[in-house]
């Protein structure tokens, strides 16, 4: 059974900055790609960001482009989300996903697992 625990979320004012951690148990087989996704109250689950298995090669939404860092430690099992300048429209609950295989994708229903998510609230 893989789990995915996210964790570093918080209150936070307009500009300030978090990071976010995703720690991953269990046995997972071969390699994969990791995400960041989040979703704000009524709306739909939006990618936010993806990493390849080597760390490589990143993809993000274009409204984080400049302000997000995703990067991940393998020996750790652990993905991180740097989060600088945030914005009032950054607030949202934040989970992380693992895709097995080495096809980064932005879409929410190709991922096979996902964590619980962690709140991040900015405020004016």
């Known amino acids: 059974q893989v789990q995915l625990v996210e964790s570093g979320g918080g209150l936070v004012l307009a500009g300030g900055s978090l990071r976010l951690s995703c720690a991953v148990s269990?046995?997972?087989?071969?390699?994969?790609?990791m995400g960041w996704f989040r979703q704000a109250p009524g709306k739909e689950r939006e990618f936010v960001a993806a990493?390849?298995?080597?760390?490589?090669?990143?993809r993000y939404v274009d409204s984080v482009k400049g302000r997000f860092t995703i990067s991940r430690d393998n020996a750790k099992k652990t993905m991180y989300l740097q989060m600088n300048s945030l914005k009032p429209e950054d607030t949202a609950v934040y989970y992380c996903?693992?895709?097995?295989?080495?096809?980064?994708?932005?879409?929410?229903?190709?991922?096979?697992?996902w964590g619980q998510g962690t709140q991040v609230t900015v405020s004016s």
């Open positions: 990493i390849s298995w080597g760390g490589g090669t990143t």
């Open positions: 996903a693992i895709r097995q295989g080495a096809t980064m994708v932005v879409v929410t229903t190709l991922y096979d697992y």
């Open positions: 269990g046995r997972i087989f071969n390699i994969y790609t």
